[in-house]
């Protein structure tokens, strides 16, 4: 329904709280874009700004060909004027309303003929599947009931975009699942563009069809859920995302007879032959591994994966279909996968690695 440009946006609450920096995004038409980062990092602050409730300190931001905020030309459309749909992240329903009231109430702010509300209200509450809850009161609803009241709040005016602010984190983890699915598959069928913000992983991976990383304020990457994870920019993406979260490694690159190694100390991981790590060499690094891509096996299952020195297998666990092991050598520490029969902890055993998947991030 809209395309979403914000460019150089800043905001900074005074005396001096660097909320956002600097932020050049485009989302795309009918995208679900999500906005996933540590919080006290800005997600907040950053739907508002494009609600309307707060005024960024520079920048531009446009709907389409519309401008709705240009600080230099001292343009700032008004939240009504924006019509924009946007779900708090505590739902603000109002207590001493009913259903049908808490959602007609953006409508009847805006002065619709009596059965124009009534129709509207209706179609909506069907589309969410809360059509006989009307006459309730919130405080005779389920948390899940809840938030399909303030969804359906924020889109019986019809909103060009929809704004959802950490939706899922009021509802416990059973019904979490099925409210991704639901809110995922709603936003399908609406066509809508909409923006998520949480601090969740699996919120965001369970929706995004491409996702930024925020981190005090400054966007770090945007892509989707695979390039985010296969390759991430920096060293606080590589740590933030995954579960579990990447083994990382201080060390610094060194060439033995024509391969760069990291050398880590007690342990020497051999790299990826690529060019660019020879601008490294000598160089304090971070060496990154996904658990997935360091292994124990009776094997190695590739030709281009490569046995690291023996570790000692502090801690086996298995949680559902994968088991992992805690390796150590000599004071460094990794999170591995099993494969095949897992090992006795105390043991010694060797560790394979998939080198094409090493990565290797500076000192920034
Ligand atoms: P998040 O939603 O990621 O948790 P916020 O956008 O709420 O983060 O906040 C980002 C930063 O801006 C925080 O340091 C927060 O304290 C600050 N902040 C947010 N709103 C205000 C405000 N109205 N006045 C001053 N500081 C604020
Ligand atoms: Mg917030």
């Known amino acids: 329904m809209v395309v979403v440009t914000l460019e150089n946006v800043d905001k900074i609450f005074p005396p001096n709280v660097v909320a956002l920096k600097d932020i050049n995004l485009k989302i795309n038409d009918g995208e679900f874009f999500v906005v996933l980062g540590p ?51 505590n739902w603000a329903l109002y207590p001493h309303m009913k259903v049908f009231d808490n959602i007609a109430f953006p409508l009847k702010i805006k002065r619709l003929p009596k059965r124009e509300i009534e129709a509207r209200v209706r179609e909506i509450a069907e589309i969410l599947g809360i059509g006989d809850l009307l006459d309730r009161y919130p405080r005779q609803l389920s948390g899940g009931q809840q938030q399909r009241v303030a969804i359906a709040r924020a889109l019986v005016k019809r909103p060009r975009l929809l704004l959802l602010d950490e939706p899922f984190s009021n509802l416990d983890a059973r019904i979490r699942i099925s409210a991704r699915a639901f809110v995922k598959r709603l936003q399908r069928e609406l066509k809508i563009t909409t923006i998520l913000v949480t601090h969740d992983q699996q919120d965001a991976y369970s929706v995004a069809d491409r996702l930024a990383v ?85 094997e190695p299952q590739s030709r281009e994966h490569a046995v690291l020195r023996s570790g000692r297998v502090k801690l086996v666990e298995v949680t559902g279909f994968v088991t992992t092991a805690l390796v150590e050598w000599d004071g460094l520490e990794a999170r591995v996968q099993v494969i095949g029969r897992a090992p006795e902890e105390g043991s010694e055993v060797p560790v394979y690695v998939n080198v094409g998947k090493v990565k290797i991030f500076g000192d920034d």
């Open 39 to 89: 919080s006290g990092h800005g997600k907040t602050t950053f739907l508002r700004v494009l609600a309307g409730l707060e005024v960024p300190t520079r920048g531009r931001i446009m709907f389409d060909s519309e401008v709705i905020v240009d600080t230099e030309r001292g343009i700032f459309v008004d939240p009504p004027k924006r019509n924009v749909g946007m779900v708090f992240q």
């Open 214 to 298: 925020l981190r005090r304020g400054v966007i770090q990457q945007v892509g989707n859920v695979e390039d985010l994870l296969d390759r991430p920019a920096n060293l606080f993406v590589a740590t933030f995302l995954g579960d579990p979260p990447m083994n990382i490694f201080e060390g610094k690159i060194i060439r033995e007879g024509g391969s760069y190694i990291a050398d880590a100390g007690s342990l020497k991981i051999p790299l990826p032959d690529a060019p660019s790590l020879g601008g490294y060499v000598g160089r304090k690094v971070f060496v990154g591994i996904r658990p997935a891509d360091i292994y124990i096996a009776p």
